[in-house]
C-alpha cells in the first residue's frame, strides 16, 4: 500500500514561501488581472463595438506568458517536493534549473513592463491607441523578482531540514600502509 504525502512545514525555508505564496500569486496576475489598457479618443465607443480596450498578462504577452506559468509551476513543484520528501535532492535540482529561468523571466518582465509595452491588440477606433501599463503588471514584475530571489534563496539555504544536523555522518579513518619498493 503507498503511503500518504505528508507535507511538513517544517522543511520549508523562506525561499521555498517567497517560491510557493509568489507562484500562486504570480498565476492570479498574470490571468485574472489587467496588465495593460488602451486609451483611445473613442474608448467607450470601442467598448460598445466589443472591442478588446484591455488585456491581462497572458492576453498581452506571447512570450513571457508562458515562460510566467512554467516558472510559476516549477515553483510550486519546488515547494510541494520541499514540503513532502525526506531528501533535499530534488528540490534542489529543481530549484537549480529553476534559477536561471526565473531571472531570465524578471529581466524580460522588466523589459517589457518598463521600457516596451506591448502594442495590444485593442481597439482601433479613433485613432492610434496610447498603451497605458497597469498596476497589474508592475505587481506581475514584482512577484517575477520574488520568485527568482526565493529560488536564490533557497538554494542558499544550507540545511534542508533541521532533523538532519541531529545525525553525524560515520567517518572511517584509513590509514596508510607503508608503501613498498616495487620488485
Given at each position: 500500500m ?8 517544517g ?7 517567497a ?5 500562486v500569486?504570480l ?8 496588465w495593460f489598457?488602451?486609451e ?11 472591442q ?10 506571447k ?18 517536493a ?5 531528501s533535499?535532492?530534488l528540490?534542489?535540482?529543481?530549484t ?8 531570465a523571466l ?19 477606433a479613433?485613432g492610434?491607441d496610447?498603451i ?5 503588471a ?39 600502509s607503508?608503501s613498498?619498493?616495487?620488485?
Amino acid at each position: 500500500m503507498p503511503q500518504a504525502l505528508s507535507l511538513r512545514s517544517g522543511r520549508l525555508g523562506p525561499g521555498e514561501w517567497a517560491l510557493g505564496i509568489g507562484s500562486v500569486l504570480l498565476l492570479a496576475d498574470l490571468f485574472g488581472v489587467t496588465w495593460f489598457r488602451s486609451e483611445a479618443p473613442l474608448h467607450g465607443a470601442a467598448a460598445m463595438l466589443s472591442q478588446r480596450v484591455s488585456a491581462s498578462g497572458w492576453q498581452s504577452l506571447k512570450v513571457l506568458g508562458p515562460l510566467a506559468l512554467v516558472v510559476s509551476a516549477a515553483g510550486i513543484a519546488v515547494w510541494v517536493a520541499t514540503a513532502t520528501r525526506r531528501s533535499p535532492a530534488l528540490p534542489v535540482v529543481l530549484t537549480t534549473l529553476l534559477l536561471p529561468v526565473a531571472f531570465a523571466l524578471a529581466i524580460l518582465a522588466a523589459v517589457r513592463v518598463l521600457l516596451d509595452p506591448p502594442s495590444v491588440h485593442v481597439a482601433q477606433a479613433g485613432g492610434a491607441d496610447v498603451i497605458q501599463t497597469q498596476p497589474g503588471a508592475y505587481a506581475g514584475l514584482l512577484l517575477s523578482i520574488a520568485l527568482f530571489v526565493g529560488a536564490f534563496v533557497a538554494l542558499r539555504r544550507e540545511d534542508a531540514d533541521s532533523s538532519a544536523t541531529s545525525r553525524m555522518i560515520e567517518t572511517i579513518d584509513v590509514q596508510q600502509s607503508p608503501s613498498r619498493p616495487p620488485a
